[in-house]
């Protein structure tokens, strides 16, 4: 399929070119420049390597492409099987696009145990990306649970004063979560013989059993996938987490890591049980729906601004979660576009916050008021940043959302217009931040004299900012690749769909 | 069933062949050398005789694991049909050889920082190695009970061997007294096992109880026989000795303790399990199973010593590796083989880094004492997460593998309860092991913990424990095709 020389080794470069630079990381002495420097280095070398997937990508086609099968290990069956379709493309990119942001974003802000830290968020780089990349079970579920490790060290040795608490419930959250993947992934083989993703999805309904287990099965994946979403009830761990983890370990934990668990349900709820998916949406739809808007009020009431950001991303990955279970093309559509816009704008977000926490090290907003005067160039960018989240035209939020609350309107009205509420809470909380942040007089002498965002900073943000308008307003160079893999998604669906409308 | 001991004598009585040698090569070098370390100890200067006497010791590992090699070139029976040597015999025996060898290495730093001089502490890892090598080879239960012994008393004098703790005299009293307790259990079983088929050897069993129905009396015989071996690997509900023993011993001997004669234990509980194969056996193993798992994570949330935290989470492990005993013959075998090469490199890894850490009259032994650890010595402290994130059983160590690996087979064998029980058991224990880890790296140090260079025999040893944690995790393909042959021979 794609018949230049660097394809079909590409992914195998994309996933351990970060886990490479953490090795070779070790080796280095405990010079602090030095390290930041090779970590800066290493990232963007990987960021540009990932580069070669959209470019050399074939659009307008369905199926997986730069593949590689190699067996991994005989007995058990476990191959070494990867490959990217449009669904999985771009959270690559994403991933690999924000890791270099945040050495950036961590160069003054890390200043003990350097070279421990930025190894860390290079393995969870590699970690990442292989769960995005993986089509055989085991090799996802290695992933899956190889990320849990370096983002537990990121909080809880990096963050802030009940970093312990919070990296030890993201742990524990997400872990015994995950063990009933692990045991729904063992059913699966044991009545299969296989971890193939791609086998699984087009022979499961044949297989003997199948159907008595199938419900199980769709929860034990979707409950880890939930936790890590995560989805009302099970969003406790998200806050604490957010809130002590340091700036970077924010950013990819709402750029990417709860992707995850969005992308799961989309490549393997949907994939592997499209029955029960259907069966049990009702239901998500309302968690979803209750996650859009309490995690919007809720937000609003947030007196510390990490805080008010981390409730954001419940109520955007309410959205998500309503696109996935509206089984409408726009609505998945929609919902890979909110995962992109959300990891884009909410990363800057944490930037951003993380660049007040650094000056004044709080991130209460009364501590903060008329901003605008001594940190001119901050309050642009933040407001461009909050307009993109809040879903202004022209910007990444609003197709996302447009397009999932257009598909939620084709399954269920009600469910589309509950939907659109969240929409209008996201600016009043955004806005009304911004508004607390920024305006007015300065209420505290202390901050008169707040630096403005340094090149550094910049650099770091404004790649951000520039995203987010391109994708407002061009969407098309993404949805291209997106749209045939959604469709394909969307199948078993159709099919279900039409033959109802022929009895 | 009276007549079938008139079987008996029809093995040809002749004199042992030089082939029948061959077979149990690896116990005699590994006693020959033990017995030069005795010899050798009262000759030399007590003061100067700690390292020559642990590196012949060491040695005679290294020509114990190449006599494997020897013995592996000719399988077969061996001494009248007492000795087995297959696929899976060898197998132990270079798991067991492998661990006495990284323990001598352990034990090098910590005799001489805890000032304990007597040579025979390294024969007795070796007599040891000779008793769970052939419980491991041995097809006859009088001969798997002598074996037992021989290791077992090894093990209650290693307990003891901090002689100024009075800790240390109470594990070793407890051990010996509760131990000769359960290994009376077995004997009691193989008196019954014979009494029902007239036979001590697995084979002829196995074949007698095939052929009719399988009289009430062995039953009893397998249980009770279970009941001896569960002690030995500190499964539930025999497990209470645990914590107290591994607390009071020799931190690298509790290593030695807990993947040996646990391995070799293992060995012999799958012959009986799988070879005999008296189905009663299975409900008694869920259960016990069921418990271990349970009991030992939730025992170990609460505990403060890190030794007695490494008990609890070795009850636990034993739990997971009974699961694979529930399965089927081919990948239970499979399945608990490798989980115990995985269990030993990273517990024996472990408890390298907790016997360097210990001092001298073990004095840090405390999770308190571990804080600040990442910061005082990275590398140490680095290895040490590798291991406890091996034992949570997170990818790419060999933790995960064995445990995936044992789920797997539980899976397939529709043990779905189980299943269930051991993956919320995996998730709950991460909890304790996670604890160490934050302690040594979110915590600061409150007391003053001295950071004392790892010697290189450590070092080694601990490298060797990583390399295999790493190996088995990400290439676990040659091994897991090691035990899959094993199983197919064993079970056929």
Redesign the interface.
Known sequence: MNNDALSPVILSLVTFAPMAGALLLMLLPRRDRDIRIFALVISLLTFVLSLHLPVYFRRGREGFQFLIDKP?????NIHYHMGVDGISLWLVVLTTFLTPLCVLISWRSVHE?VK?FFILLLLLETALIGVFTSLDL?LF???W??T??PM??LI??FGHER??YA??KF??YT??AS??M??AI??L??HTGTFDFVYLRDHLASIPHFGAAAQWLFLGFFLAFAVKVPLFPFHTWLPDAHVEAPTAGSVLLAGVLLKMGTYGMLRFNLGLFPDQSRHNAWWIAILALIGIIYGALVAMVQPNMKKLIAYSSVSHLGFVVLGIFSFTQAGLNGAMFVMLAHGISTGALFMLAGVLHERRHTYEISEFGGLAEPMPAYAVLFLVIALASAGLPLLNGFVGEFLVLSGAFQAKPILGILGATGVIWSAVYLLWMYQRVFYGKVTHAVNNSLRDLSGLEKTAVWPCAVVALLMGVAPILWLSAIDPAVRAALTPFVNVASRMVGQ | MITAALFLPAYSPALPQRADYVRVLPEIVLSVFGMVVMVMEPLLDEHKSQKLLGFIALLGALAGLAATGVMAQNPGLAFWQMVQVDAFSVFFHVLIIAIAAVVILTSYEYMAVQRIRAGEYYALILFGAVGMGLMSSAVELVLIFIALEISSISSYILAGFRRREASSAESSLKYFLLGSFATAFFLYGVALMFGATGSTNIGQISHILQQGPVPILAYAAVALMFVGIGFKVAAAPFHIWTPDVYEGAPAPIVGFMSTAPKAAAFAVLLRIVFVIDVHALFWIIWVSAALSMTLGNLGALVQTNVKRLLAYSSIAHAGYLLVAFAASPQMGTSAAMFYSAAYAAMNLGAFAVVSHFANSGERYVTLEDYEGLGRSSPLLAATFTVFLISLIGIPITGGFFAKFYVFSAAVKANLIGLTIIGVLNSGIGAYYYLRIIVVMYMREARKEVPATPVPFALRLAIAVCMLATFYLGLFPGSVLQHTQDSAQQLTQ
């Open positions: 991994w290990i005989a007995a058990p145990r421990e085991f579920y290695f992933f649970e190889a849990l490790i537990a060290l809880g040795i970093k312990v990296a030890v742990f524990m872990m015994i063990v009933f692990l045991a063992l059913w083989y044991a």
